[in-house]
């Protein structure tokens, strides 16, 4: 096949990571990949079934003197967060990743690239396609709807596979190896409101809030990028002061992603709109002279537009633009056990605005269960205090380290083989699966790891070419040893 990454290598690994970005697999939207990879399993005459909610689990025989080994389950998830730039023309429900080569790195054409998890999935299918690398008996598990609530892995059931070793492919970090990573929790909120009708005189306007990198709320958080949703209610607190009656805000698009960019909309006298301007100039150079290196250089704006709906109650501005100010953002809680590891953090994520509703999404996450709890009841209380009704999800596990597993001692001896010293162990700040196919499937031994990704969940997301090589060459060697 021919595509924009023609001529990579490993080939056939980056032959299916194309085949896959071609395919819209936005979370909740996954059924054309999951139909994809079967098709694939029967075109080779291996076996597959599909569960209840659209997993995937491929089977092949081990190969020649490897045929009796235990089975080594390779897993990875099959939708990808859905960001584009607001000026990208793109309809994920029906468009292809648009795929660009630049230097020694992959990225989309101003959109998030699926690198996360695409890579780790067009492994394990190059692994299956192959006929020369040498392996054990495999399975390899192809998950849905990880992104927005690991909804595929909660859905398991323990007569689905049956490995007691497992390879995730997810993590997006060359030269290490994780063994733990944080349980989450969302907690969303909701108020109605009320519309008044604008003052005499006054004209729809629109505030932007945008240019900032966004990122992964788990893996980035601890990085110093700016929230727009923070930056928004900061710009609509300073033009209320010139008279801007709000109507909408809007921002953040994922709960597990910073929100990159917040609008909104109102009206104002026309007559102040140059002060106001100047204003949010000020604004703007305050605010990136705060974040300096740790984001981009934020854009803040305001223009005249043709129509915005009537502005909200002034109570309920206050209450909702107060909530945005005061709920909790980033880091809470630092590891005690691993330095530089975040413990304990919260993401405000979303806002949006609908006829007489505004609503709010957030995310927690903590490597202990207590703390992750208590960040919920954080941000609960912040949205109470705010007038909202709050709803919490029931969250999901963490996988607590073993460093003890035996198949990591073994990929730390395969790292030193391979590439003259042995990996870093780490555990991540972000929700893997490991944790919740660990909890159904009692004694599984897990590491994770994965090439070098950046700004994932963002549509800054690249893939480093080079570590993909030295990710396959490593997994390749790896395998035949477990």
Known sequence: MTHALSGLEPQLLWDHFAALAAIPRGSKNEAAATAHVVAFAARLGLPAKVDSVGNVLITKPGTKGLETKPPVLLQGHLDMVCEKNSGTVHDFTKDPIRLVVAGDEVKADGTTLGADNGIGCAAALALLESKDIPHPPLE????????????????????????TRMLNLDTEEEGAIYVGCAGGLDTM?????????????????????TGLRGGHSGCDIHEGRVNALKVLARAVSEAETFGFAPATLDGGSKRNAIAREGFASGWLDAIREA????????????????????????????????????????????????????????????????????????????????????????????????????????????????????????????????????????????????????????????????????????????????????????????????????????????????
Not at 140 to 163: K, M, Q, V, Y
Not at 322 to 335: E, R
């Open 140 to 163: 390899c598990l192809f998950t849905i709807d990880e992104e927005t609530g690991l909804t595929g892995a909660n859905a398991l059931t323990s007569d689905f596979l049956s490995a």
């Open 275 to 482: 002060d106001l301007r100047a204003a949010l100039g000020k604004l703007e150079a305050d605010v990136r002279s705060e974040s300096g290196r740790f984001d981009n250089p934020v854009h803040i704006g305001i223009e005249r537009v043709e129509t915005a709906p009537n502005p909200l109650a002034a109570g309920d501005a206050k209450r909702i633009v107060g909530f945005i100010h005061a709920a909790p953002h980033g880091v809470l809680g630092w590891s005690p056990d691993i330095p530089g590891l975040v413990q304990t953090s919260t993401n405000l994520a979303i806002v949006e605005t609908k006829d007489a509703e505004v609503s709010f999404a957030t995310s927690q996450r903590s490597s202990v269960d207590s703390a992750k709890k208590d960040a919920g009841r954080q941000m609960a209380t912040a949205m109470m205090l705010a007038g909202l009704a709050v709803k919490q999800g029931d969250g999901y596990p963490g996988w607590k380290p073993n460093i003890s597993s035996p198949i990591l001692a073994v990929a730390k001896g395969v790292h030193a083989e391979v590439f003259g010293h042995e990996p870093e162990v780490k555990a991540i700040h972000a929700g893997l699966e490991c944790g919740i196919i660990g909890e159904k499937f009692p004694g599984m031994d897990t590491i994770s790891f994965g090439p070098t990704i950046r700004n994932a969940h963002s549509p800054d997301e690249c893939v480093s070419i080079p570590s993909v090589q030295n990710f396959w060459k490593y997994l390749t060697v790896l395998l035949p040893k477990m």
């Open 189 to 209: 909120a909701s108020t109605a409101v009320t519309r008044v009708a604008p003052a005499a005189g006054a004209s729809p306007y629109r505030i932007s809030v």
